[in-house]
């Protein structure tokens, strides 16, 4: 017997997909440290109902982190740390 395969999802909210999303491995295995950490204040719903917002405590100060379902049913992030990788891992985390 075959395996069963995976049925493909749109949900952008998929782990699967959002971990695809990350800039590279290191990233996802960073996110869910920031995660495990507890460095979220309190997740709100961004004003537009679009997605989520809500600050990190990182190592260089506190974040505003927020993310949304884009035009085309993708996910947008956007973070004021200072990291170059887009997604950064706090983006990453709030998505997980």
Do not use: Q
């Amino acid at each position: 017997m075959a395996p069963k395969k995976s049925k493909p999802t749109n949900d952008p909210w998929d782990v699967a997909l959002i971990e695809a999303k990350a800039p590279d491995p290191k990233s996802v295995t960073e996110a869910r440290t920031v995660l495990a950490k507890g460095d979220f204040g309190k997740v709100e719903p961004r004003a537009d109902g679009k997605g989520w917002w809500t600050v990190c405590k990182g190592m260089t100060g506190t974040y505003e982190v927020s993310v949304k379902r884009g035009p085309r049913g993708g996910l947008e992030s956007h973070c004021t740390c200072p990291s170059r990788k887009k997604p950064c891992k706090h983006a990453l985390a709030l998505l997980l």
